[in-house]
Every structure is written in structure tokens, then in C-alpha cells.
């Protein structure tokens, strides 16, 4: 079994997070330029097996559309097409920004390491796939 990749996709920049191989635990895995992220996952695939990506969709309150939706799904039509071997499943990502603040401010972290906005792009991509693993799980 490889490993899942979790992309938390924004116009700057892009959180990611990836399982282990049983896929039991999702891990932070790095921030990425959002025009540097498909040479990036190049890259990793040729190091790491990964059966599939999973990808944070920006919804509204009202579970509309938002700004960040329709990029999102051009994301998601590049990754199906540059890795066709690999499965691409999206999710509703509402909420985990703020969840990942909140994570962050639980830490303890000083006030600097709270404002690295990569830090929160990383665990809201670790959220994401967590979530992504405990519906994945069978009774």
C-alpha cells in the first residue's frame, strides 16, 4: 500500500501532508509555491510510492463556491492528468484554517512561529488528510 498525499491548495502557496504507508498517521510534509507544486510532486513520486492525492476544495459557509473553489478544481484536472495512476479525491477543507490557528496556538509556539502562514498551510493539509484517513476507516 503507498502513500497518500494531501494538498491544501491556495494562490500563494500550497500545505501538504502525507501518510505513512499503511496509512495509519498523516505527517506534515512541506509548503510548495502554488506554481512550483507539479514539478514538486514530480519529484516526490520519483522517491516515494503514493497511491493517491487528496485535495482540500474552498467552500463557503453556505457550502457554495468560493474565490479559491475553481482553482482548486483545475488542481485537481492537472493532478488526474499528470498522474493518471494515481487517484485524486477532493474534500470540503471549511474550517481547517481556523482549526489549524488553533492547533498552532495550543502548542505553546511564540507569537514569530505563529505568523509563519507556511506552518498553518501545513497543518491545515495534515488536518485534511486525517480527517480523509478516519473516513477511510473500516469498522
Same mark, same amino acid.
Given at each position: 500500500?503507498? +502513500?497518500?498525499?494531501?494538498?491544501?491548495?491556495? /494562490?500563494?502557496?500550497?500545505? *501538504?501532508?502525507?501518510?505513512?504507508? *499503511?496509512?495509519?498517521?498523516?505527517?506534515?510534509?512541506?509548503?510548495?509555491?502554488?506554481?512550483?507544486?507539479? %514539478?514538486?510532486?514530480?519529484?516526490?513520486?520519483?522517491? /516515494? %510510492?503514493?497511491?493517491?492525492?487528496?485535495?482540500?476544495? %474552498? +467552500?463557503?459557509?453556505?457550502?457554495?463556491?468560493?474565490?479559491?473553489?475553481?482553482?482548486?478544481?483545475?488542481?485537481?484536472?492537472?493532478?488526474?492528468?499528470?498522474?493518471?495512476?494515481? @487517484?485524486?479525491?477532493?474534500?470540503?477543507? +471549511? @474550517?481547517?484554517?481556523?482549526? /489549524?490557528?488553533?492547533?498552532?496556538?495550543?502548542?505553546? #509556539?511564540? +507569537?514569530? /512561529?505563529?505568523?509563519? #502562514?507556511?506552518?498553518?498551510?501545513?497543518?491545515?493539509?495534515?488536518?485534511?488528510?486525517?480527517?480523509?484517513? #478516519?473516513?477511510?476507516?473500516?469498522?
Amino acid at each position: 500500500m503507498g +502513500r497518500v498525499l494531501a494538498i491544501d491548495p491556495g /494562490a500563494r502557496r500550497c500545505g *501538504l501532508a502525507v501518510t505513512d504507508p *499503511l496509512r495509519i498517521i498523516a505527517t506534515a510534509l512541506d509548503t510548495v509555491d502554488t506554481t512550483a507544486l507539479l %514539478p514538486y510532486l514530480q519529484r516526490y513520486l520519483a522517491t /516515494a %510510492p503514493v497511491d493517491g492525492f487528496v485535495v482540500g476544495v %474552498p +467552500r463557503g459557509l453556505n457550502g457554495g463556491p468560493t474565490d479559491g473553489t475553481a482553482p482548486a478544481l483545475v488542481l485537481v484536472e492537472h493532478l488526474r492528468k499528470s498522474f493518471p495512476n494515481c @487517484f485524486v479525491e477532493t474534500v470540503d477543507e +471549511r @474550517f481547517t484554517s481556523v482549526l /489549524a490557528e488553533r492547533t498552532l496556538l495550543a502548542s505553546g #509556539k511564540g +507569537r514569530q /512561529a505563529r505568523r509563519d #502562514k507556511g506552518q498553518l498551510d501545513r497543518i491545515s493539509a495534515t488536518i485534511l488528510l486525517q480527517d480523509w484517513l #478516519k473516513g477511510q476507516a473500516h469498522p
